[in-house]
């Protein structure tokens, strides 16, 4: 399907035009982040853990330590919530009121699987790695059997979501548009920096293309 049909937990109620329940504009923003915010209720209190993430199909995958609490309440096939947020620009307006944040944003439910098949697992592996640098997997040394059974991997499989942007420039009062004061976007994004080589690395091993190259987009 081609969208996410809205439900009463993932329709956009404020704001509606801003929202999205088409996959290919959801899939996108879950693409560019890096990080997610995985709420869940466990022992009747609420939690929000933020961690790094992946997405294969229509599935989210994550991993961490075996006794990770997150994880374990996701392996036990319990109900999540997972949100993603980038943010594109600070939008500065004339009057206070009116200042804003121009964003991209997604917020899903789903219910969580264990990870157990072998492939499965390294292939959620590899999606994780790749997700935050594509290329990575292809040069560094895998996961050896005792770090693979130290490492649980879970899946999220996505019943519902939906997106929500704000874009453009401030709007004003109409009587505020003559005060003296700068209004407009001051742009924002995620952009490397120079890397910075290991002390134990050898100068004769160069910089990969896709650290030189590395982009969100």
């Known amino acids: 399907m081609p969208t996410f049909p809205p439900t009463d937990h993932t329709r956009i109620r404020r704001l509606p035009k801003r929202g999205s329940y088409e996959r290919d504009t959801i899939y996108a923003i879950l693409d560019e982040a890096l990080i997610c915010h995985v709420g869940f209720v466990d022992q009747g209190r609420p939690f929000v853990i933020p961690i790094n993430f992946a997405r294969l199909g229509d599935s989210i995958v994550l991993h961490g330590a075996l006794d990770s609490r997150l994880l374990k309440h996701i392996a036990a096939g319990n109900e999540v919530c997972l949100e993603v947020a980038l943010v594109d620009g600070l939008v500065l307006a004339r009057s206070v009121f009116h200042h804003s944040v121009n964003y991209r944003s997604v917020v899903l439910f789903g219910h969580g699987r264990l990870v157990d098949d072998p492939q499965e697992k390294i292939a959620a592996l590899q999606a994780i790695t790749d997700h935050l640098i594509p290329g990575r997997w292809q040069e560094a040394r895998l996961p050896n059997t005792k770090e693979l059974n130290a490492t649980l991997v879970v899946a999220i499989d996505i019943a ?58």
């Open 160 to 217: 519902d979501a939906s997106a929500k942007v704000r874009s453009g420039g401030p709007v004003d009062d109409e009587a505020d548009y003559d005060l003296p004061v700068w209004a407009g976007v001051l742009p924002l994004a995620v952009t490397p920096l120079a890397p910075e080589r290991d002390e134990r690395l050898g100068e004769d091993i160069p910089l990969p293309g896709y650290v030189a190259k590395y982009s969100r987009k």
